[in-house]
């Protein structure tokens, strides 16, 4: 007998809090003074500091640059050397304490000056004069402390997601009302956001955005030369130049957004709905039941990947559904859920039983067919083919989720997208035992009309996902037209680039967002079973937490995949592999399976 596992949703033991609300903004949007810097380190396992180079900027144009270095990790011909540079290029020369105390806390602390660098987490480690583990709310983060004067703050960096947070620690004299906490720019971070590419380098960065500086190549590390001074100065320009161009890519957004809060694209979508005055479900429905969210929980599960042909050649073409997850949300019309101002729980057991059992594959190349799947059904598995999350390995190292045949004893809560799959692949149905849909109520009152990318956006009428990637469509037929020299062509694949990650934004991740705490409690657990734990960390949801549509917009990307697998097998083939959006299948069965889905473009 094997184990599997659920997700489940928590609540405190406490009573529930009121919804508190989000400040819209709680930060500048933009910044007229900035501080970009960057520094060198020792090429061994310590990587310590050794020389750095820093500009402010006041509306664009520079008023102050200067080098800084730590005399104890350069020998005397490297420190001649920076003196000489220093004085033919008319450089303020400062010790790293000067800078610190006298360039960094006067502009990023005092001034409230953007500090800006790229990989801005390691630079500030490196001239930092002690580091230590945070504490309390900051547990799990680092605490920095650059400075001597207890009246200079020490800056706490936590990962958040794949992002740094960045805010300088309370102190005496920074506190309350006049706490201030800084604001800090990894441009790296906003490159690796608004160009779509992880772990983009500086360079490459420069080359995608075609900056007028670029970095500097094939430098030899380690040693202060003049050539590697100027290196780390170019570095500076160039990480202010990538950041004055990424500044111009946000603005295509028209989104009312913090450049210092863009932690990930979901950051932008999440103030795209603040900004129509979309409130979130957890907000507008204040009484929904627990353990329904729980029902939903335990049905979540992700994207769907696996091999079927493995170590084998195999000649395979690759279909890719087109934006996926926005095509789930557009075909089971999800945006009247998220406007809706309440959503009211229906039990529809014996139409479900229905449906299913005069269900054919070809109904599910209907769009009508697609808006009546936001249903959960509760079902006794009994040798039915379907998602399931488990340790496959047996070795205690995690659990995976796969799709294979599960019996159970208990019952289970599933999506119908998912219940469906199963039906297509089991050729059976499965024991029906509830079924409830949920049916939205009225829309939300307070919403705004705005501009977003350029498209006057209604949120009480518009499908603010379906508006943009008909507008996405208008662009890449505009650009067909457009030489790529014209700067028209560079502002329409900025567009193009920026509707593509709003839509995706707005089509996910926001809904399934939870935010572990750094360390075990007390609460209350809604799954299969109700249950009170203290061994785990409570999951904090996120603003937009919606569970019903993370459920619904992942198991209908799945029941494409699946849709496929049942074309294919019809069709007798079978495919090669799968992945979240795509199938690989043979080539001879690809144009005529690309063609049972034409059916569901929304477009």
Same mark, same amino acid.
């Given at each position: ?24 903004? *709680? ?66 020369? #400062? ?22 660098? #790229? ?65 800090? /720019? ?56 990538? #950041? ?75 279909? *890719? ?41 070809? *109904?599910?190349?209907?769009? *009508? ?136 934004? /707005? ?40 569970? /019903? ?55």
């Amino acid at each position: 007998m094997s184990k599997v596992a659920v997700r489940g949703y928590t609540q405190r033991l406490e009573k529930k809090e009121g919804y508190r609300s989000f400040r819209r903004y *709680d930060t500048s949007l933009r910044h007229n003074r900035v501080l970009v810097f960057d520094t060198e380190t020792t090429t061994d396992q310590y990587q310590n500091f050794k020389i750095g180079y820093f500009q402010i900027y006041q509306d664009g144009v520079i008023q102050h640059d200067g080098l800084f270095h730590d005399p104890t990790t350069l020998n005397e011909r490297e420190i001649k050397i920076l003196e000489a540079y220093s004085r033919n290029h008319n450089l303020n020369l #400062y010790r790293l304490d000067e800078f610190i105390d006298n360039v960094f806390y006067p502009e990023v602390f005092e001034l409230k000056t953007l500090c800006n660098g #790229y990989n801005l987490a390691f630079d500030i480690s490196r001239i930092a004069k002690r580091s230590g583990d945070s504490r309390e709310r900051n547990r799990g983060g680092f605490t920095l402390t650059l400075s001597k004067d207890p009246f200079k703050p020490p800056v706490i960096i936590r990962k958040l997601g794949y992002s740094n947070s960045f805010k300088f620690t309370t102190t005496k004299q920074n506190k309350g009302e006049s706490y201030f906490s800084g604001y800090f /720019l990894d441009t790296q971070r906003l490159a690796e956001v608004l160009l779509q590419s992880n772990h983009i380098s500086l360079e490459r960065a420069g080359e995608k955005l075609n900056t007028p500086v670029q970095k500097m190549k094939e430098v030899k590390h380690g040693k202060v030369t003049e050539k590697y001074i100027e290196y780390l100065v170019k570095d500076v320009e160039t990480t202010q130049a990538v #950041y004055k161009a990424l500044v111009k890519e946000l603005d295509v957004y028209q989104i009312h957004i913090p450049i210092t809060k863009i932690f990930s694209s979901a950051s932008i979508g999440k103030h795209a709905l603040s900004q129509l005055g979309v409130k979130p479900f957890l907000e507008m429905n204040p009484e929904f039941p627990d353990s329904a969210i729980g029902n939903m929980m335990t049905s979540y599960f992700g994207g769907r990947t696996e091999c079927k042909i493995r170590k084998e050649p195999t000649k395979v073409n690759v279909l *890719d559904f087109t934006s996926m997850y926005p095509t789930v949300t557009m075909e089971m019309n999800l945006w009247k859920y998220i406007i809706a101002e309440s959503l009211e729980i229906q039990d529809i057991t014996e139409e479900t039983r229905e449906f299913i059992s005069k269900l054919k594959l070809s *109904d599910l190349q209907k769009q *009508d067919t697609w808006k009546k799947l936001v249903v959960m059904v509760k079902i006794q598995p009994d040798n039915d083919n379907l998602p399931v999350r488990m340790d496959y390995k047996g070795n205690n190292t995690g659990f995976n989720v796969g799709i294979n045949y599960l019996s159970s004893n208990s019952e289970m809560w599933y999506s119908l997208p998912d219940v469906i799959g199963s039906y297509l692949l089991a050729g059976k149905a499965p024991k029906i035992k509830e079924a409830v849909k949920f049916i939205p109520k009225e829309v939300q009152k307070g919403l705004r009309k705005s501009r977003i990318l350029g498209v006057d956006i209604d949120p009480s009428k518009d499908n603010i996902v379906q508006v943009l990637v008909e507008e996405r469509q208008k662009i890449k037929e505009r650009s067909k037209k457009t030489d790529k020299n014209d700067p028209e062509f560079q502002h329409l694949s900025s567009r193009a680039q920026a509707i593509k990650i709003l839509v995706n934004a /707005l089509s996910y991740g926001i809904f399934i967002e939870l935010n572990p705490e750094d360390r075990k409690s007390e609460f209350q657990v809604y799954g299969l079973e109700n249950f009170v734990t203290k061994e785990n960390r409570f999951e904090k949801s996120g603003k937009y937490f919606h569970p /019903l549509l993370a459920v619904m917009i992942t198991s209908g990307a799945r029941l494409f995949l699946t849709m496929a697998e049942a074309k294919l097998k019809e069709l007798g083939a079978i495919h090669a592999y799968m992945d979240t959006d795509s199938v690989f299948v043979p080539p001879d069965k690809a144009q005529e399976l690309a063609k049972f889905f034409q059916a569901l473009n929304p477009n």
